[in-house]
């Protein structure tokens, strides 16, 4: 297993080489670079893409200033300076070589506009984006797994055929329109205020006591995490049913029911270590899809300051810093949770040995 282990960790260094190389070569054909966000802003555009459509000449002359440094446009060396102080005077790929070579020691600067380090900054967004991702897999786990179970004995019953129809449905719901309804009917909208409307916690946090924190934190995340989870359900449901009416049908169930065993010995003492493989197995992978999935949305309506909403803002203001920097450490941590993948395969069932599979 060690072998194994080795030969993927070696993999990490060209796959995350290639997803850095492909996203900075994409970036040098985006227009409107940081640069061009500054002097749009300092010219008064407000917004580089207004300059860049020929929006910017309207608002020069209704400025009507003759005074105003928007009026005259920015001295050249006052252009060039901008351009060294982010790096852009030199060739495309000198900078990405520094950038690398500063990546792979840890070190990823600091954001263009926020005067703070790229690692403080993630460090700042990570408890929303973790408590989201977190409780959602938590959640999702907890009532899928024996919801699925259930389904996979009654299969075709009254049960199993609503309960269907319901995570179908529940699954065919967009994840914002979930989460707006429930901003409607429990935080004040139309009907109940009964949970707060934006905020991982309430304001008087640091005065109240243990137990206080604990149901503050769990009031303000109770909506967020419902509508995050909603859609987590119906895969997960219909994975454990498959995967256990698969093991139902298999012939050591019924050896073992032959031997006289009671269903719940046959059910919990032998198919639910096998059917449960590809389940509790892809944990890792799931948290993960729900930690950096979809939760933009979701952060935006509930007005939650996270990781979503943190790389929204850096692609749109081009804070080249932090979209690298959060690429380069959310793709690392998303081929070390694949390895970890692998790692739970074989700690729930032992048996199973991937170096002798690509021998």
Same mark, same amino acid.
């Given at each position: 297993?060690?072998?194994?282990?080795?030969?993927?960790? /070696?993999?990490?260094?060209? #796959?995350?080489?290639?997803?850095?190389?492909?996203? @900075?070569?994409?970036?040098?054909?985006?227009?409107?670079?940081?640069?061009?966000?500054?002097?749009?802003?300092?010219?008064?555009?407000?917004?580089?893409?207004?300059?860049?459509?020929?929006?910017?000449?309207?608002?020069?002359?209704?400025?009507?200033?003759?005074?105003?440094?928007? +009026?005259?446009?920015?001295?050249?060396? $006052?252009?060039?300076?901008?351009?060294?102080? @982010?790096?852009?005077?030199?060739?495309? /790929?000198?900078?990405?070589?520094?950038?690398?070579?500063?990546?792979?020691?840890?070190?990823?600067?600091?954001?263009?506009?926020?005067?703070?380090?790229? !690692?403080?900054?993630?460090?700042?967004?990570?408890?929303?984006?973790?408590?989201?991702?977190?409780?959602? #897999? /938590?959640?999702?786990?907890?009532? +899928?797994?024996?919801?699925? !179970?259930?389904?996979?004995?009654?299969?075709?019953?009254?049960?199993?055929?609503?309960?269907?129809?319901?995570?179908?449905?529940?699954?065919?719901?967009?994840?914002?329109?979930?989460?707006?309804?429930?901003?409607?009917?429990?935080?004040?909208?139309?009907?109940?205020?009964?949970?707060?409307?934006?905020?991982?916690?309430? =304001?008087?946090?640091?005065?109240?006591?243990?137990?206080?924190?604990?149901?503050?934190?769990?009031?303000?995340?109770?909506?967020?995490?419902? &509508?995050? #989870?909603?859609?987590? $359900?119906?895969?997960?449901?219909?994975?454990?049913?498959?995967?256990?009416? %698969?093991?139902?049908?298999?012939?050591?169930?019924?050896?073992?029911?032959?031997?006289?065993?009671?269903?719940?010995?046959?059910?919990?003492?032998?198919?639910?270590?096998?059917?449960?493989?590809?389940?509790?197995?892809?944990?890792? &992978?799931?948290? !993960?899809?729900? $930690?950096?999935?979809?939760?933009?949305?979701?952060?935006?309506?509930?007005?939650?300051?996270?990781?979503?909403?943190?790389?929204? =803002?850096?692609?749109?203001?081009?804070?080249?810093?932090?979209?690298?920097?959060?690429?380069?450490?959310?793709?690392?941590?998303?081929?070390?949770?694949?390895?970890?993948? %692998?790692?739970?395969?074989?700690?729930? %069932?032992?048996? !199973?040995? $991937?170096?002798?599979?690509?021998?």
């Amino acid at each position: 297993m060690g072998a194994y282990i080795a030969r993927r960790l /070696l993999l990490v260094i060209p #796959t995350l080489l290639g997803i850095m190389v492909i996203n @900075f070569a994409l970036v040098q054909f985006v227009p409107g670079g940081p640069v061009e966000q500054i002097i749009a802003q300092m010219e008064g555009h407000g917004d580089v893409f207004e300059g860049i459509n020929g929006g910017g000449s309207e608002v020069m002359e209704a400025s009507g200033d003759s005074d105003y440094i928007g +009026s005259r446009g920015l001295p050249k060396e $006052f252009i060039e300076e901008l351009e060294r102080e @982010f790096g852009f005077d030199k060739p495309p /790929l000198e900078r990405f070589l520094t950038m690398m070579w500063n990546y792979m020691r840890f070190d990823f600067g600091e954001s263009y506009f926020r005067s703070i380090s790229v !690692i403080d900054l993630v460090l700042e967004k990570m408890p929303v984006s973790i408590s989201l991702g977190l409780w959602s #897999t /938590l959640i999702a786990y907890l009532v +899928s797994i024996p919801l699925g !179970i259930r389904k996979a004995i009654s299969d075709g019953s009254r049960f199993d055929t609503w309960s269907s129809g319901i995570i179908i449905l529940a699954y065919a719901i967009p994840g914002f329109l979930f989460a707006i309804m429930l901003l409607v009917l429990f935080a004040g909208g139309s009907y109940w205020q009964i949970f707060p409307l934006r905020g991982l916690t309430s =304001e008087t946090f640091d005065q109240m006591s243990l137990g206080g924190k604990i149901v503050d934190y769990f009031w303000h995340i109770a909506l967020p995490i419902t &509508a995050s #989870t909603i859609s987590a $359900f119906a895969t997960l449901t219909l994975l454990t049913k498959n995967s256990f009416m %698969d093991e139902i049908q298999k012939h050591y169930v019924m050896t073992a029911r032959a031997k006289g065993l009671t269903e719940q010995r046959v059910l919990y003492g032998h198919i639910f270590r096998n059917a449960m493989l590809i389940v509790i197995a892809g944990f890792p &992978a799931v948290f !993960i899809g729900v $930690f950096f999935g979809g939760s933009l949305i979701i952060e935006t309506i509930f007005s939650l300051d996270g990781l979503g909403r943190l790389g929204f =803002e850096a692609a749109v203001a081009r804070d080249y810093p932090v979209i690298f920097g959060t690429l380069f450490i959310f793709g690392l941590m998303g081929l070390v949770v694949g390895i970890l993948s %692998d790692l739970m395969y074989v700690f729930v %069932d032992p048996r !199973i040995d $991937f170096e002798k599979r690509e021998g």
